[in-house]
């Protein structure tokens, strides 16, 4: 892979270069205690600033700086107006150097990371790692893409309004997926779920002319963006029963995952997956679709498909040595995401379902409303018993009633009466909360305890 040196980098971000131009940096980071040896550390200003850990990131290895103002710190650096927009400039740069010839880019208020995986396994793309997707991932991503890439799948996040259409900037795209549009992040945006909406439409402006986006067809917040007159550079394609790409026959295979049909004017594609779930087999058939339409081969699409295994936190479930099952969805929550994994569970057979839910963050004045929601679907799902905490888990349980127990803190939760260790043997667990509230601390603690995990799918 060729990767640029000091010279050119300092000639790309327009900043003095002081030292070593020579210099080849292995990789970039803005972490000065993640980074690797020979990396270049680049000094954010951001929630913290990142000049305050110069001297820590030299010790843990890296070999030049992007700063805004001089250091006596022994390595070269380059000094630059504004690192951000460096960073920026680097990764749009390079992108541009050597851009694959597909550019994908799939965002959704959930199922982003999942379909991403799904697409860049169907089309032998390169993808930006875990959740590399807002304005710090994307670019540091991008700032060592390789130069032989043939496709590349990006995932853009947002917060508030804007953040995408910063990426799409930063990486024109070639063609894109919504997963959905729902409620994370909802505190943000003084428009409610219309201004999730135009965010999230800010990927569909970012496409170039001519290109194409996949929806799911009963989203109705997808459908409006289709129909926007700054949508209409693109082609939309929705999946559903009205429209000519359909998911048929789906049939749930429980640990062993789903499989279904997928169904369009040209083709007809029985397709397995392992992961499990019926939001999954949505997630696969928008990257199938999307795959299909920038052609690339549909053998290969299919076998992409069943490739993807559950990862930490997203999906894993883990079979417990006393009997039952643990659904780890620890990474993030959101209210949609809550209810499409207990669905997946109940359809498990196997003991009492049990979930154990942190709170979701930024849901702004609608908090109340949508804990106690979750906690009633819950209750309908078929779930015996609740436990959760966190700023409103005493809205989940409002919501959940009888057999419901809430905790301030994931201490109290772990050591109190009726927290963990009231979780019957055998049971069938689902674990879920905002990242905030660290809920892989619980599956720690169930994978730890006297429900010793003896095998994970």
Not at 138 to 144: Q, R, V
Not at 218 to 244: F, M, V, Y
Not at 412 to 418: A, F, I, Q
Request: proline share 4%; net charge neutral.
């Amino acid at each position: 892979m060729s990767i640029w040196n000091l010279k050119k980098i300092s000639e790309i971000v327009e900043g003095t270069l002081i030292g070593d131009s020579g210099v080849i940096p292995k990789g970039i980071s803005h972490n000065s205690t993640q980074i690797k040896k020979d990396e270049c550390f680049i000094a954010l200003r951001a929630n913290r600033d990142g000049h305050n850990f110069i001297d820590d990131a030299i010790k843990n290895g890296a070999s030049c700086l992007i700063v805004d103002h001089l250091f006596d710190a022994g390595v070269p650096q380059i000094i630059v107006a504004d690192t951000t927009q460096a960073m920026h400039k680097w990764g749009q740069t390079r992108l541009e150097a050597y851009r694959p010839s597909c550019v994908f880019g799939v965002t959704g208020s959930n199922g982003k990371t999942t379909t991403k995986e799904f697409l860049s396994a169907m089309v032998g793309a390169w993808k930006t790692p875990g959740n590399f997707n807002n304005t710090i991932g994307l670019p540091l991503s991008l700032a060592f893409l390789p130069d032989n890439t043939g496709a590349a799948v990006l995932e853009m996040g947002m917060s508030t309004p804007g953040e995408i259409r910063k990426l799409t900037e930063i990486a024109p795209l070639d063609f894109g997926i919504i997963t959905n549009i729902g409620h994370a992040h909802i505190e943000n945006f003084s428009k409610g779920i219309k201004g999730i909406t135009r965010a999230k439409g800010e990927l569909i402006e970012g496409i170039r002319s001519g290109g194409s986006w996949v929806f799911p067809e009963d989203d109705l917040n997808c459908r409006w963006i289709s129909e926007q007159s700054w949508a209409r550079h693109t082609s939309a394609l929705s999946i559903g029963p009205k429209s000519s790409r359909k998911i048929l026959n789906h049939e749930p295979k429980g640990l062993l995952g789903e499989s279904f049909v997928y169904c369009d004017s040209n083709h007809e594609l029985k397709v397995d997956i392992q992961l499990k779930g019926q939001h999954h087999v949505m997630n696969a058939a928008l990257a199938i679709a999307i795959a299909i339409e920038s052609g690339f081969n549909v053998q290969q699409i299919v076998l992409g498909a069943h490739s993807i295994i559950p990862e930490l936190g997203r999906g894993r479930v883990h079979h417990l040595a006393k009997g039952g099952y643990l659904l780890d969805e620890s990474y993030n929550a959101s209210p949609e995401s809550i209810i499409a994994t207990a669905d997946c569970l109940r359809r498990i057979p196997g003991g009492e379902l049990v979930a154990v839910l942190g709170s979701i963050r930024e849901l702004g004045q609608s908090a109340e409303f949508h804990h106690q929601h979750v906690g009633a679907q819950l209750k309908q799902l078929g779930f015996e018993h609740l436990l959760c905490y966190g700023d409103y888990g005493n809205d989940f349980a409002k919501g959940f009633g009888v057999g419901s127990v809430s905790f301030p803190s994931y201490e109290e939760l772990r050591d109190g009466l009726g927290g963990l260790c009231s979780i019957p043997i055998g049971a069938r667990i689902l674990v879920k909360g905002s990242r905030y509230w660290k809920c892989n601390q619980v599956v720690e603690w169930i994978l730890s305890s006297n429900l010793t995990t003896i095998k994970t799918s």
